[in-house]
């Protein structure tokens, strides 16, 4: 079982830059795949980054592609999630989420979830 505890969230103007952080613990972190998740009020939850456990394979939403960037540190069971150039809309709380299936966007097949973190960005 893993537990994770996003933080790292805040308030940002457009244009700014935030790292969002994801600590896990439990037993064998770096055999998890990785992914962060975002949702704004009113819509669904939606997949925004993914890292393989070795960090070597990352994938990415179209929306948040050249801006964000995911990587790893497996000594540190750590996730990280670098967002630049944000935008009003990416304003939404993101999650944190593990699983043991390959290369997959679907949050149905993350087993387990951070509580989340708020980021909101003003115009």
């Known amino acids: 079982q893993v537990q994770l505890v996003e933080s790292g969230g805040g308030l940002v103007q457009t244009g700014g830059s935030l790292r969002l952080s994801c600590a896990a613990s439990?037993?064998?972190?770096?055999?998890?795949?990785m992914g962060w998740f975002r949702q704004a009020p009113g819509k669904e939850r939606e997949f925004v980054a993914r890292?393989?456990?070795?960090?070597?394979?990352?994938h990415y939403a179209d929306s948040v592609k050249g801006r964000f960037a995911i990587s790893r540190d497996n000594s540190k069971n750590m996730v990280y999630l670098q967002m630049n150039s944000l935008k009003p809309e990416d304003t939404a709380v993101y999650y944190c989420?593990?699983?043991?299936?390959?290369?997959?966007?679907?949050?149905?097949?993350?087993?387990?979830w951070g509580q989340g973190t708020q980021v909101t960005v003003s115009s």
């Open positions: 989420a593990a699983t043991r299936r390959l290369f997959t966007q679907d949050n149905d097949e993350y087993n387990y």
């Open positions: 890292i393989s456990t070795s960090g070597v394979n990352t």
């Open positions: 439990g037993r064998a972190f770096s055999m998890y795949n």
